[in-house]
């Protein structure tokens, strides 16, 4: 309330306002709230999180928020806004807080990502391509492959086919390992919510691996056509399934 205050009368918020906005949200604790919740917690870090000093509360931030998602004391969809605005405000510490540590912190970090890209947007997408590449070239052989998991690697153009997006070249490009980088994006072409034709949304992805089969990496280009081989017998499967439901689902009608 003291933020909206100030900033309905325009004035500028106090350094202790600020500072003790940080304090209270280090301090939260991750329950099962309301959108209510996430939508105050989004505001406040809007207004206490901007400042560089702001990097260590937003690690702290993500310990805690990792810690209850974990242990399922929370659903992180109640606090997906508040997660997003923290990978804006502040995208080297969230990518430190959520995805940098061991692996068991990792596997915590990118649940959360996922989770939340699954039904809203992907957070990441709030983190600059070169923010995000800087952060994968301080580790190159981990980082690529497993941020490989949580990037969003294509995109859509009204009714267009699907196309790489520019992230996902690079990285296609700059990893110590781009097959494995691929193998990941190809794991996830398989869609988990789709609308109509399942196969239709597969080939569409597949199309993908269309633009790497004369890469000049032998590897990464040898891999992808027989990546490309495997998913059209893969849609070819889907189609067959998905006739053989239409033509049950028209027998019980008749």
């Not at 304090?23 to 560089?52: N, T, W």
């Not at 990464?220 to 689902?249: G, P």
Request: aromatic share 8%; hydrophobic share 45%.
């Amino acid at each position: 309330m003291r933020i909206f205050s100030d900033r309905s009368a325009k004035k500028s918020l106090a350094p202790e306002l600020i500072e003790a906005g940080r304090s209270l949200l280090e301090g939260v604790v991750f329950e099962r709230g309301d959108h209510m919740q996430d939508y105050r917690l989004s505001e406040i870090a809007k207004a206490c999180l901007a400042a560089p000093q702001s990097g260590d509360t937003v690690i702290a931030i993500a310990g805690r928020l990792k810690a209850a998602a974990a242990a399922y004391t929370l659903s992180i969809y109640d606090y997906d806004q508040f997660v997003m605005a923290v990978f804006e405000l502040q995208p080297r510490a969230a990518l430190d807080g959520f995805l940098g540590g061991g692996a068991e912190d990792r596997k915590a970090g990118l649940q959360v990502i996922e989770r939340i890209a699954l039904n809203h947007d992907n957070p990441l997408h709030d983190v600059p391509d070169a923010a995000l590449l800087a952060w994968c070239e301080e580790k190159p052989g981990e980082r690529y492959t497993f941020m490989a998991e949580v990037v969003s690697y294509s995109r859509g153009v009204d009714k267009a086919p699907p196309q790489w997006t520019p992230l996902a070249r690079v990285m296609l490009q700059q990893a110590p390992k781009p097959a494995a980088v691929l193998a990941i994006f190809v794991a996830r072409f398989s869609p988990m919510v789709w609308h109509g034709s399942r196969a239709v949304e597969m080939e569409d992805r597949a199309r993908l691996l269309d633009d790497l089969v004369d890469h000049p990496d032998k590897e990464l280009s040898a891999f992808a056509r027989e990546k490309r081989r495997e998913l059209a017998d893969t849609v070819a499967r889907y189609r067959r399934a998905e006739v053989e439901e239409h033509r049950d689902r028209d027998e019980r009608f008749e």
